[in-house]
């Protein structure tokens, strides 16, 4: 990709960039399988999702005109049909429809993906997966994938509940994690917790309630962690049915945020199973 390969834009309304118009309410209004990836650090994770040919797809990047010189190298890491869209910082905000400071933006396609029970069908003899139901914060969801790439989990698995992990803010707070981490979204907490220990996972599920210190799990060759969602937790339902393991904390706090506690508890199973 050169220089002259750049595509000029002066027009917000010029039709080859509408998949990049108002993304905040696309975000709201449904995206017809397509994200926006957000920055320079998930525009790198967005090169190796589409090299990797996983169902994750570049079709188009959008950039501020005062970041081209320093992308060079990066954007020659895709293909030279993407076509690379270039606008000033008027015609760029009226594009996003907000003041886009980072000025760095792509358009993806998540293809067909494998549906949770082949997910989790797919998975080494030896995984850690976590597992989350209700999560409906995208700040949160966010960090969750950012953990759960930082200490080596094989999958993420969602109930239909929580929110989708493509929206743009997810994507961006996981620092592009979202674009190369195997997930799946879809069905009841009780019926993914019911395919797990079909799979032969163990599963812990994170409560200030637990009955073991997360220190003390024990290894085991397929470790399932479950987290609840912001607040309330994992209703007494879930956590009737499976082992429960809590964070020592000072007394006087409820909780701690459940991206907070899964990052803690993912490094200690991770440091059990020998995985880091």
């Given at each position: 990709?050169?220089?002259?390969?750049?595509?000029?834009?002066?027009?917000?309304?010029?039709?080859?960039?509408?998949?990049?118009?108002?993304?905040?309410?696309?975000?709201?209004?449904?995206?017809?399988?397509?994200?926006?990836?957000?920055?320079?650090?998930?525009?790198?994770?967005?090169?190796?999702?589409?090299?990797?040919?996983?169902?994750?797809?570049?079709?188009?990047?959008?950039?501020?005109?005062?970041?081209?010189?320093?992308?060079?190298?990066l954007?020659?890491?895709?293909?030279?049909?993407?076509?690379?869209?270039?606008?000033?910082?008027?015609?760029?905000?009226?594009?996003?429809?907000?003041?886009?400071h980072?000025?760095?933006?792509?358009?993806?396609?998540?293809?067909?993906?494998?549906?949770?029970?082949?997910?989790?069908?797919?998975?080494?003899?030896?995984?850690?997966?976590?597992?989350?139901?209700?999560?409906?914060?995208?700040?949160?969801?966010?960090?969750?994938?950012?953990?759960?790439?930082?200490?080596?989990?094989?999958?993420?698995?969602?109930?239909?509940?929580?929110?989708?992990?493509?929206?743009?803010?997810?994507?961006?707070?996981?620092?592009?994690?979202?674009?190369?981490?195997?997930?799946?979204?879809?069905?009841t907490?009780a019926?993914?917790?019911?395919?797990?220990?079909?799979?032969?996972?163990?599963?812990?599920?994170?409560?200030?309630?637990?009955?073991?210190?997360?220190?003390?799990?024990?290894?085991?060759?397929?470790?399932?962690?479950?987290?609840?969602?912001?607040?309330?937790?994992?209703?007494?339902?879930?956590?009737?049915?499976?082992?429960?393991?809590?964070?020592?904390?000072?007394?006087?706090?409820?909780?701690?945020?459940?991206?907070?506690?899964?990052?803690?508890?993912?490094?200690?199973?991770?440091?059990?199973?020998?995985r880091?």
């Amino acid at each position: 990709m050169t220089l002259s390969s750049l595509i000029r834009i002066d027009d917000p309304s010029d039709a080859r960039i509408a998949g990049f118009v108002a993304i905040k309410e696309r975000d709201l209004t449904g995206r017809q399988g397509r994200f926006i990836a957000e920055g320079t650090v998930v525009l790198r994770m967005l090169a190796a999702a589409h090299r990797a040919r996983r169902g994750i797809a570049a079709e188009a990047i959008l950039l501020l005109e005062s970041r081209v010189a320093g992308l060079t190298e990066l954007l020659a890491e895709f293909p030279a049909e993407i076509p690379v869209y270039v606008a000033g910082g008027p015609a760029f905000d009226a594009i996003a429809g907000f003041n886009m400071h980072r000025g760095v933006l792509a358009l993806g396609r998540r293809d067909a993906m494998p549906d949770r029970d082949s997910l989790i069908a797919s998975l080494p003899a030896e995984s850690l997966v976590l597992a989350a139901c209700g999560i409906s914060n995208h700040d949160n969801m966010g960090s969750l994938f950012r953990n759960a790439a930082a200490f080596g989990v094989d999958a993420v698995l969602m109930d239909a509940t929580s929110c989708d992990p493509m929206y743009r803010k997810a994507i961006r707070v996981s620092v592009g994690s979202v674009l190369t981490m195997p997930f799946a979204r879809e069905g009841t907490g009780a019926a993914l917790i019911e395919r797990l220990q079909a799979a032969g996972f163990a599963i812990w599920g994170l409560s200030p309630r637990g009955t073991v210190d997360i220190s003390n799990i024990p290894p085991a060759p397929r470790t399932a962690l479950l987290v609840g969602t912001e607040g309330e937790g994992l209703p007494e339902a879930i956590l009737s049915a499976i082992h429960t393991a809590r964070i020592r904390q000072r007394p006087g706090l409820d909780s701690l945020n459940v991206a907070m506690a899964a990052g803690i508890a993912l490094h200690q199973v991770a440091l059990i199973n020998a995985r880091l």
